[in-house]
C-alpha cells in the first residue's frame, strides 16, 4: 500500500486531523498556565504550588504515555487518539466546577492521564504513514496544531478570567474541544501501515528497554527534557512577572502575549523543511542556541525587549522539538510508538520537574534566577545534540565502512 505524500489531498486531510488532535491535546493540557496567578490568589497558595495544576497533569501524562504507546500497538492508533480527546473535553468540563484546589489537582492528575492518548501514537501514524521524504514537514505540521492549541487556551483563558471567571472560560473551552473532536473522527484516514500485535506484557517489556540501550535515543530524550523544562519554566512565571511593577498589565493582556505561540505554528515547520535539505544534527543545535538567545533577551526591564526574547525563544523551541522528535521516529526502526512515549515521557516530566522547581528559583532570585535555571538546561541540552550528532556521524562511517 502506498504511503502519503506531500501535495496530495489524504496529506492534507490526514495533516488537519492531526493538528485538531494536537489543537485539543495542548489547549487542554496548558489551560491552568495563564491561571496560575488567579489560583494564587483565589486558593491563597505560592506560585511553585499553583504551578501543581500544570506539573500533576504533565506528570501523570508522562507516565502514561509509556501505557498508551504500548497499548496502541495491539488496539490501533486512531481508536485510542478518539478516545483520549473526548475524555479530556469532558474533563476540561468538569474542572470548572472544582470547590477546592485539591479537587481541581485531582481532575488536573486524570486528565494528564488520558490526554497521553493522543501525543506518541500520532508521532507514531505519522512514522508509519508518511513517505519518509514528506516526514518532517508533516511532524512540524502537527506540532503546529500543537503551538497554535496551546495559544488559544492561554487567550481564553486568560481573556476570560479578566472579563469573567477562569471557570467560564474553562466550560468555553471545554465546549469547543469537543466540536472539534467530532472533525477529528470525521477526518483521520484509518491506518494502512499499522500491523496490531498481540499485547504481550514480556514482550512490549523487551523492546522498550532495547529503545533504553540505543545511545542515540537517550541522547533525544534528554534533549526532549531540557527542552520542555526549560520552556515551561519560562512561561509558568512570565505571567508573574508581568502582572507584577513596572509593567503592571492585566491578564488579558498577558494572556494575548502568548500569541508568539505563532511564530512556532512557522517554525516547526520551517525546522522541518530545513532538516530534509541540512541534516537533522546541525538544525536541532541550531534551534537549541536560538532559544538561549531569546531567554538572555528576557532579561532587560524593557517590556518591547521581553517579548522579542520570548518571541524567539518559542521560535527555536518548536523548531528544535519539531527536529527531535522527528529524529526519534527516523531512528527507531520498529516499535515507533513505543520509542515516540519514551521521548514524551521525558518531555513532560521535563515539564514537571522544570516548571515546579522553577518556582523555587522564582521566589528566591526572581526573574534572573529563573532565566539562569533555563540557561543550565539549554547548555546541558547542547551537550547532548552535540552528543547525538557524534553518534549518528560513527553509525553513517560504519555504514559506508
Request: proline content about 3%.
Amino acid at each position: 500500500m502506498a504511503y502519503i505524500h506531500k501535495g496530495t489531498k489524504e496529506f492534507k486531510k490526514t495533516n488537519l486531523a492531526l493538528f485538531a488532535a494536537g489543537f485539543i491535546t495542548f489547549a487542554n493540557l496548558y489551560i491552568t498556565q495563564p491561571l496560575l496567578p488567579a489560583f494564587s490568589k483565589e486558593f491563597h497558595i505560592t506560585p511553585a504550588t499553583a504551578s501543581l495544576s500544570l506539573s500533576i497533569a504533565t506528570v501523570t501524562l508522562a507516565f502514561s504515555l509509556i501505557l498508551f504507546g504500548s497499548l496502541s500497538e495491539a488496539w490501533g492508533r486512531k481508536k485510542i487518539m478518539t478516545i483520549s480527546i473526548i475524555i479530556s473535553s469532558l474533563l476540561t468540563l468538569l474542572l470548572a466546577f472544582s470547590p477546592s484546589f485539591e479537587s481541581l489537582l485531582i481532575l488536573r492528575g486524570v486528565q494528564g492521564f488520558v490526554l497521553a492518548g493522543v501525543p506518541a501514537i500520532a508521532m507514531a501514524y505519522l512514522g508509519e504513514e508518511m513517505d519518509p521524504s514528506s516526514l518532517g514537514v508533516a511532524m512540524g505540521l502537527y506540532i503546529s496544531g500543537n503551538s497554535i492549541g496551546g495559544l488559544a487556551g492561554r487567550i481564553i483563558m486568560g481573556t476570560m478570567t479578566d472579563f469573567f471567571t477562569w471557570r467560564i472560560g474553562l466550560i468555553s473551552l471545554g465546549v469547543l474541544s469537543i466540536f472539534i473532536c467530532l472533525y477529528f473522527i470525521w477526518a483521520l484516514p484509518p491506518s494502512k501501515h499499522f500491523e496490531a500485535r498481540p499485547l504481550k506484557l514480556k514482550t512490549l517489556t523487551k523492546s522498550l528497554f532495547q529503545h533504553l540501550k540505543d545511545p542515540g535515543l537517550m541522547s533525544l530524550f534528554g534533549i526532549a527534557f531540557m527542552l520542555m523544562g526549560s520552556f515551561v519554566t519560562l512561561f509558568n512565571y512570565i505571567s508573574y512577572k508581568l502582572l507584577d511593577e513596572p509593567y503592571s498589565l492585566s491578564a488579558t493582556v498577558v494572556g494575548w502575549i502568548f500569541i508568539v505561540y505563532l511564530v512556532g505554528t512557522f517554525s516547526s515547520t520551517w525546522f522541518g523543511s530545513l532538516s530534509d535539505r541540512f541534516g537533522r544534527q546541525k538544525v536541532l543545535i541550531a534551534g537549541i542556541i536560538i532559544m538561549l538567545c531569546g531567554a538572555l533577551l528576557t532579561l532587560p526591564i524593557s517590556l518591547f525587549t521581553k517579548i522579542i526574547g520570548i518571541t524567539i525563544f518559542t521560535f527555536g523551541f518548536f523548531g528544535a522539538h519539531s527536529i527531535a522528535s522527528g529524529a526519534v521516529s527516523f531512528r527507531a526502526k520498529k516499535d515507533k510508538a513505543q520509542a515516540s512515549s519514551l521521548y514524551l515521557f521525558a518531555y513532560y516530566f521535563g515539564s514537571s520537574i522544570g516548571g515546579t522547581t522553577g518556582g523555587f528559583f522564582w521566589l528566591h532570585y526572581g526573574w534572573n534566577g529563573i532565566v539562569a535555571f533555563i540557561a543550565l538546561f539549554l547548555v546541558t541540552a547542547s551537550l547532548l545534540a552535540l552528543a547525538y550528532r557524534t553518534i549518528s556521524k560513527k553509525e553513517e562511517a560504519l555504514v559506508r565502512d
